[in-house]
């Protein structure tokens, strides 16, 4: 079956930096992606993986490693804005050329002053 | 940038009415959208695959003759909750795939429409 683990719940200082971790078990992977997403709101892109290796966007970081079914999303010099929810989605190929996205449970990110 | 439009917002009804929810992408063309549905806490579950000018692919547990999908378009698709129960109060996001865009930003999502009934 297609699995996506990341912690439930994180807690992090203003101006910090915190680093979410995503693992998955999917076949036909296609590509990793996080989004943001406060309370009551559609999901927000940030960022997207579909080679091994680190990924930089201004604060946001993602990292991908394939062979260990392994993400991390990195948070520096963090901000109260920043305390959202974080989802980690796969994106797998099925047979047809037909792709979906497989959305993680989601990490909850609250930042303190 | 990408936008995609979903509306209502929120509905509130009483158990048994059938409520429809439309997702307009406003400057591309998609030929494929994707209905998700989110409880409180939860992450989002696709619902259902919407392909212009043919049926719906459903996931495994999501009745079809419960939510209709219609993509009648190449800029909308619409969900339609028909009879619906309390437990099907949710939140239902819909997203977008770009027809010439299939690179690192497959999917855009629209604002999502709180369902509650009552």
């Known amino acids: 079956g297609q699995n996506i683990d990341q912690p439930t719940e994180m807690t992090a200082t203003e101006g910090a930096i915190v680093q979410i971790n995503c693992t998955y078990q999917t076949s036909g992977f296609n590509g990793l992606f996080w989004y943001q997403q406060h309370a009551g709101e559609a999901p927000t892109f940030l960022s997207y993986?579909?080679?091994?290796g680190l990924e930089e966007k201004g604060r946001f970081s993602s990292f991908l490693s394939r062979s260990k079914g392994y993400s991390y999303l990195l948070l520096k010099e963090l901000q109260m804005k920043d305390s959202a929810s974080y989802l980690c989605?796969?994106?797998?190929?099925?047979?047809?050329?037909?792709?979906?996205?497989?959305f993680g449970a989601g990490t909850r990110l609250a930042v303190h002053p | 940038g990408a936008v995609v439009s979903q509306h209502p917002s929120r509905v509130i009804c009483k158990s048994g009415t059938s409520v429809k929810i439309e997702c307009r992408s406003l400057?591309?063309?998609?030929?494929?959208m994707f209905w998700y549905r989110q409880f409180p806490k939860q992450s989002l579950m696709l619902m259902a695959t919407?392909?212009?000018?043919?049926?719906?692919?459903?996931e495994q547990g999501v009745e079809k003759d419960k939510f209709l999908i219609n993509h009648a378009s190449l800029t909308l698709s619409t969900l339609t909750v028909t009879s619906a129960h309390p437990e099907d109060s949710s939140f239902y996001i819909c997203?977008?795939?770009?027809?010439?865009?299939?690179?690192?930003?497959?999917?855009?999502f629209g604002d999502g429409t709180r369902l509650s009934i009552l």
């Open positions: 400057d591309f063309q998609a030929t494929t």
């Open positions: 997203s977008a795939r770009d027809r010439y865009r299939q690179g690192n930003q497959p999917q855009h």
């Open positions: 993986n579909v080679l091994d």
């Open positions: 989605a796969v994106r797998v190929s099925l047979s047809g050329g037909y792709n979906k996205l497989i």
């Open positions: 919407s392909n212009e000018g043919s049926k719906a692919t459903y």
